[in-house]
């Protein structure tokens, strides 16, 4: 079983930053794939970046060059630093990460509101 515990949501005006993070906690641990999912009112859950073991990242096009997606593999921790926000990037932000046997783990996420 993994447990997942994100934070870093929050209010920021346009142009702001902010950064979420996602630790993943468990027995025997180890961790596959690690990304960014987000969802909008009346929107369908859409991939935002992700990351592999190795480094290897993808991003959904909306967000190259604004948002970078890292993680500590010793911390299986993922992070997501994201900059020059828009009031479109408003959503509430999902950690999914690839567990032991390819199991997928979702977390409770958390909001980002991008307003002035």
């Known amino acids: 079983q993994v447990q997942l515990v994100e934070s870093g949501g929050g209010l920021v005006q346009p142009g702001g930053s902010l950064r979420l993070s996602c630790a993943a906690s468990?027995?025997?641990?180890?961790?596959?794939?690690m990304g960014w999912y987000r969802q909008a009112n009346g929107k369908q859950r859409e991939l935002v970046a992700s990351?592999?073991?190795?480094?290897?990242?993808n991003y959904a096009d909306s967000v190259k060059d604004r948002f970078t997606i890292s993680r500590d593999n010793a911390e299986n921790t993922v992070y997501l630093e994201m900059n020059s926000l828009k009031p479109e990037d408003t959503a509430v932000y999902y950690c999914?990460?690839?567990?032991?046997?390819?199991?997928?783990?979702w977390g409770k996420g958390t909001l980002g509101t991008v307003s002035s």
């Open positions: 468990g027995r025997s641990l180890r961790i596959g794939v």
């Open positions: 999914n990460v690839a567990g032991p046997l390819n199991m997928i783990y």
């Open positions: 990351i592999s073991r190795g480094g290897t990242t």
